[in-house]
């Protein structure tokens, strides 16, 4: 994103400073209202030689209370009488080849988390029965074309002179290249159309009746039909759900991801005809979905008729990731001012501000802190012409926005435009409004009446001015970056004081001293465009508390909720290009349930879930820096004590902690750490959460997530790979934004620092 007008020496520097500090991921650290440290194991030894190792103790209880209240009950799911076999053959997947296993060349990694073989010993795959691998015309005709799986020989595929595993586990003198001319040439030559890449040295591809022969020519080592239960994700009607209801209903809410040129409007006349409703129909870059409700005995009639499926999983739900926090600030210690004469902000001093630096005497040149007068909103114009340093803009998509903030409100009277209480309109925020862009809604982003995507929802409202908090998450995460409540030409100049009973650093920050503290947010220049994807519950389960439902609901496609963002789909909602006032930094601080729950195996590493379609937009859309909450179900449930997948001798799917959209390869995904205990020794915010989820991100790839040391991805440019829709990033060994074990904000400040 480029800066233009006229800016000082330093702000010539802010992107060089910029990159160095995603080089270096510099950290956020959290203030929580009680002391944390890290998770390590306290013996007597200690608690005699070291009275402090008393309080390491009570944190290790207290955090274990703490993740005990936060889980969520999830609901189980009947047995799947409804799918043609018994045992789940050919819905659950056929197992995984051992850990040592995954680097040979003759490694077949199904989609859609079918499971892994080699294909020198193909037994556990041919043992499924031949009925579920075969599809059929919708009377019975012969299909014009099949879908296979083929994998080529190792010479085909390598280059002499650089060391690969072999089929025996060893290794042989080549290295792998991405699909060249060469293979791709070799494939047309069959007369076979490539899909995508599958782990090793395979391809889905589509294969004409005329050219089904040639799968047995000698470049081949291994094939097998990608047939109708390979497209169906283990997942569906087995995951547990929150929603009760639905967890026991015998229609199911599903999303399919089409093959190229596939026939849409066939398949979703074959939806209608068994009794089927289709509910959306979105295109991610030059990939198709099709959000559909169907009876579960039904769906493999479906897939059966419906070669042109790649994949089928049910509609996510989601929990938001983040919690509240007392305050957010830029370093790993918090550095007492009496010291260093003032709060250090290194990111805001490197220019990370997200510009909105106005034009002296133009229409955006607003004195913000004069009192105001109800029912006249101040005039103001963000039109770019008035700014030196135009503002950048940010997407959020979450449960509300709460608009008579300090950090939002148009002016100290006027939380919005017009005159009066915020309407539930569109016209209450724009281009005239001091920081909310635009503040639209899931289900209906041009806020016409009409419905754009019936798989989201939104209602313009949100909780807040309870005692914890309420559930004011989409306000926390959009304050945390981007909130102007005091400072600047465009702040309010509204300062607070914190008073409460808890008193972190008693010598200084005690309620005495905690007086009028600015509460800007990272990037306090730039312009919010919110999105609103939830339902605000108004009387049960009980008003304004958490939705046993789904916290918030992103649709069935949810690299959607970014298009709207991003092409302002809000002023046109057939738009597909990136909008000059669209969002070019987004967050999702929501993932399906993986969060504190007593199951390590749910809701996570499935690329298929959703994190596909985001990566397909990010690459289609190169400007878009997406950020992504990680997942928090890294620790042991019942102890509290950190799992690492890194160091698991039976590491396996099992062992997979990434929640499912963080999955993503082309965005930035974001762990956690402790905060600081100014009382240690060094900054325990250098010590990863226990609970933080660790990597790999799937078992697949084996590819970079927060690990034993968190790391985060940064998408760049590269070589073509055999995944030419979604390029893996370029990844550098860093430190995440800081979470507390209390009230959390994890991803907001990491997000912001790209601005």
């Known amino acids: 994103m480029r800066r233009t007008g006229h800016v000082s020496p330093n702000r010539h520097a802010h992107w060089a400073r910029m990159a160095l500090i995603f080089l270096l991921a510099l950290p956020l650290t959290l203030l929580a209202r009680a002391e944390r440290a890290p998770l390590q194991r306290v013996t007597e030894t200690d608690l005699a030689q070291d009275p402090t190792a008393q309080d390491v103790q009570s944190v290790r209880e207290n955090e274990l209370r703490f993740l005990a209240k936060t889980q969520r009950q999830l609901h189980p799911r009947p047995e799947p009488t409804w799918w043609p076999h018994q045992d789940r053959a050919g819905l659950s997947g056929i197992g995984h080849v051992a850990s040592d296993e995954l680097r040979r ?63 025996a586990g060893g290794t042989s003198q080549a290295s792998h290249r991405p699909v060249g001319d060469r293979v791709r040439s070799l494939l047309d030559s069959k007369g076979f159309e490539v899909v995508e890449y599958v782990p090793r040295d395979a391809f889905l591809v589509k294969v004409p009746a005329a050219s089904v022969d040639r799968l047995r020519d000698a470049e081949f080592q291994f094939s097998t039909p990608y047939g109708p239960a390979d497209r169906v994700d283990p997942s569906v009607g087995t995951r547990p759900m929150l929603n009760p209801e639905r967890a026991v209903a015998d229609e199911f809410e599903l999303v399919a991801r089409m093959m190229p040129g596939a026939d849409i409007a066939g398949f979703e006349q074959r939806i209608v005809e068994l009794g089927g409703t ?29 070669p042109e499926v790649y994949s089928v999983h049910e509609t996510p739900e989601y929990e938001m990731l983040n919690l509240t926090t007392s305050a957010t600030v830029e370093v790993g210690r918090f550095l007492d001012p009496r010291e260093f004469g003032d709060f250090v902000i290194p990111f805001r001093q490197a220019g990370i501000d997200g510009g909105g630096i106005v034009t002296p005497l133009s229409s955006a040149d607003v ?94 409202t949100t909780c807040d001015a309870i005692a914890v908090g309420g559930q004011t998450h989409g306000t926390l995460m959009a304050s945390a970056a981007a909130g102007n409540p005091a400072g600047g030409r465009l702040g309010l100049g509204v300062l607070k004081d914190d008073i409460d009973s ?58 959607a909720r970014l298009a709207d963002m991003a092409f302002r789909r809000d002023l046109d909602p057939n738009a597909t290009a990136l909008h000059a006032r669209g969002a070019k930094v987004t967050l999702f601080p929501f993932g399906n349930p993986a969060n504190f729950d007593d199951d390590l195996t749910n809701g996570q590493g499935n690329y298929s879930g959703g994190a596909e379609g985001v990566d397909a937009f990010l690459f289609a859309n190169r400007r878009i820096l997406h950020v992504q909450a990680v997942g928090n179900d890294g620790a042991n449930p019942a102890t509290g004590a950190p799992v690492d997948p890194q160091n698991d001798p039976n590491f396996g799917p099992q062992s997979i902690q990434i929640t499912d959209l963080a999955t993503l390869k082309n965005g930035i995904t974001v762990g956690s750490t402790v905060v600081d205990n100014p009382r240690a020794s060094t900054d325990p915010g250098e010590s990863m959460a226990a609970f933080s989820s660790k990597g790999p991100a799937t078992l697949a790839s084996l590819r970079v997530a927060p690990w034993s040391w968190p790391r985060v991805s940064i998408p760049m440019a590269g070589p073509a790979a055999a995944r030419e829709a979604s390029p893996t990033p370029t990844t550098f060994r860093s430190r995440p934004s800081y979470r507390s074990t209390t009230r959390t904000m994890r991803t907001p400040a990491t997000k912001w620092r790209a601005l």
């Open 278 to 306: 289709v509910k959306l129909r979105e295109t991610v870059w030059n990939r198709q979905y099709v959000a559909f409700t169907l009876r579960n005995t039904r769906l493999f009639d479906l897939m059966r008729a419906s």
């Open 502 to 559: 808890l008193d972190l650093f008693v010598s200084f920050f005690n309620d005495s001293n905690e007086k009028n503290l600015p509460l800007d947010g990272q990037a306090p220049g730039a312009r919010i465009i919110f999105q609103d994807i939830a339902l605000t519950p108004a009387s049960a389960p009980p008003a304004c508390a958490v939705n046993f439902l789904s916290d918030v609901d992103a649709g069935a496609v949810p690299a």
């Open 105 to 167: 060349s003759d490694l077949i990694v199904m989609p859609n988390n079918k499971g892994s073989f080699l294909s020198g010993h193909p037994a556990r795959r041919e043992a499924l029965p031949p009925e579920l691998l075969r599809h059929a015309g919708r009377r019975g005709e012969p299909l014009d074309f099949e879908y296979h799986i083929v994998q080529l020989r190792d010479d085909l595929v390598t280059e002499p002179g650089a060391s690969t595993p072999s089929r």
């Open 367 to 460: 004195n913000f802190n004069v009192p105001g007068s109800a029912g006249t909103p101040l005039a103001y114009n963000s039109a770019h012409a008035n700014f030196q340093v135009p503002p950048q803009y940010i997407g959020i998509a979450d449960n509300g926005l709460t608009l008579d903030s300090p950090s939002f409100s148009h002016d100290r009277k006027n939380p919005c435009l017009g005159s009066g209480a915020c309407a539930a309109s569109l016209a209450a925020t724009g281009i005239a409004h001091r920081k909310v862009e635009v503040y639209t809604r899931g289900q209906d982003v041009d806020n016409d009446g009409s419905v754009n995507d019936a798989t989201s929802t939104g209602d313009f």
